[in-house]
């Protein structure tokens, strides 16, 4: 293992970190909100970190596979620890460093889960980094780091392939670098849009970032205690609402449309199936609600419904309602959406919408099987036919997500929480959503739950945020370096 690479591009990653957290700092000056001294003490002490690994670490081999998984899993837990800095120096969980780690990895996996019980009291500045972290995590600050790593000559094909998501890795240029670089421009193209749109909704500056970042990173984290549902706006509503759909799609389908390939967008299997899950989804979850005596109109279930389905299927976890008030059809179907999450290139989480494709064609073709044993079938998504290793992969995936969740749900109630709310918190971290059931609901929160099993869960939205895969490769090799070759 090639350690002095590794350490080399985590310092260049606190780099970046101690840089993005100046921006945080500047609305702590702006506002004087008593947490300037906090802020800057962590850039300070990161810089001093990232600069230090930098100088002292140099190596001229390349990156092998293995290594920059490891690269990857090891950048998000150092973003976590130090991006918990402000958080701890500040005292704003009472010097539980773990809730600090917990409420930071919850930001940059863009999970939303938050162990925060009164929202609004919380410092300007730390407020805003905590919705920068969701912003700097969506797209993923390795992907930021592949547009600079190739000018001090290191290689980066290894990073792309464990930072993105997936089962396939779209490029839209030869070079990784210039891929990474586009999707960027892509990302912030769209922060741009959306936060002029929601300061037209009568958000201030401030405001509407905090929010863009938590849409379009699919987080959730609001500057309100209610979250969406404070803003009592029918116009803020559907701005994310959009923006959340879009940041559920592939983002090289954004590429695409901005190229004028209309076509290729509309004809994309994956897409469609999205959309088709959204819609069908809705129509069931607004028409529960309506039948439910609750007191709404169809089309203030419809409005309800279909902002909560698209935030749940898209991992945002942004809510307008109360849910856990619903029937429970509707709750047992929004749980379903949570396993699904948005399309592989997105920012969204879950096992991702290709994955149910190519798992729902296999089982389709098995039974085909069965039933025409003589007959020869080839496995198809649209025209394009799956290859033998990517639906290994893909069922490899799907049974190791499934372990992941039960593992988690198993110690939860070994911890002595209750079943609905071991279920929800499993599923709800590890598919990077947030807000779940029961005690975890729409609006509930994860302060309860004991250090240990916090640690357990912020264990749990890394897995998921990497897609399993980085993470047990870099377990494997801590504790078999000597079988690891």
């Known amino acids: ?95 539980n460093f773990i809730d600090c780690v917990f409420e930071t990895m919850s930001g940059f996996t863009t999970t939303g889960a938050t162990v925060l019980t009164n929202i609004e009291l919380v410092p300007k500045g730390l407020l805003f980094w905590r919705s920068l972290t969701h912003w700097l995590g969506g797209m993923g600050i390795i992907l930021l780091a592949i547009i600079i790593l190739p000018v001090l000559g290191l290689s980066t094909t290894q990073l792309f392939r464990a930072e993105v ?35 037209f909704g009568g958000m201030d500056l401030y405001t509407a970032l905090c929010h863009t970042f938590g849409t379009l990173a699919t987080g959730g984290f609001s500057t309100l205690n209610a979250s969406i549902a404070g803003f009592n706006s029918l116009y803020i509503e559907m701005v994310i609402l959009v923006f959340m759909f879009l ?12 190229q004028g390939r209309l076509g290729d967008f509309i004809r994309n299997r994956e897409w469609r199936f999205y959309v088709g899950i959204i819609l069908v989804s809705t129509i069931f979850v607004a028409v ?72 729902a064609k296999f089982v389709i073709e098995e039974i085909k099987k069965l039933t025409y044993p003589n007959a020869v079938f080839s496995l198809k998504i649209g025209k394009e036919k799956i290859e033998e290793h990517v639906l290994k992969n893909v069922i490899a995936f799907i049974i190791l997500f499934i372990m992941m969740f039960a593992f988690i749900n198993l110690f939860l109630t070994f911890r002595g929480y209750d079943i609905v709310t071991s279920f929800a918190a499993s599923i709800a971290t590890l598919s990077n959503i947030g807000p779940g059931l029961a005690r975890i609901g729409a609006i509930e929160n994860y302060a309860f739950f004991d250090n240990i099993s916090k640690v357990v869960l912020t264990f749990s939205m890394l897995l998921g945020r990497l897609e399993l895969y980085s993470v047990l490769i870099l377990l494997h090799y801590l504790f078999n370096p000597k079988k690891t070759h």
């Open 288 to 359: 529960s609600i309506y039948l439910s005596g609750a007191g709404y109109n169809f089309w203030t279930s419809l409005r309800y419904a279909s902002f909560q389905v698209v935030s749940i299927t898209t991992t945002t976890g942004f809510v307008t309602a109360n849910f856990e008030l619903w029937p429970a059809f509707t709750k047992i179907l929004l749980v379903m959406l949570m396993f699904a999450g948005g399309c592989a290139g997105s920012t969204g989480g879950g096992m991702k919408q290709i994955r149910i494709m190519i798992g």
């Open 247 to 258: 940041a559920g799609t592939n983002f090289v389908l954004h590429f695409y449309l901005i």
């Open 1 to 95: 293992m090639n350690w002095k690479a590794i350490l080399k591009i985590q310092g260049i990653l606190l780099i970046i970190l101690s840089v993005s957290m100046c921006l945080p700092l500047a609305f702590s000056i702006y506002y004087a909100s008593g947490d300037t001294a906090d802020i800057a003490l962590s850039i300070g002490l990161t810089l001093a970190v990232g600069l230090s690994f930098t100088l002292i670490f140099h190596s001229d081999k390349p990156l092998r596979t293995r290594e920059g998984f490891v690269i990857v899993s090891l950048g998000w837990i150092s973003a976590a620890l130090f991006g918990a800095l402000p958080f701890f120096f500040h005292g704003l969980f009472d010097g």
């Open 165 to 199: 998501p997936g089962p396939t890795k779209e490029k839209i240029s030869p070079k990784i670098k210039n891929t990474a670089m586009i999707l960027w421009l892509i990302y912030l193209g769209l922060t741009i849009l959306e936060t002029t749109l929601l300061m």
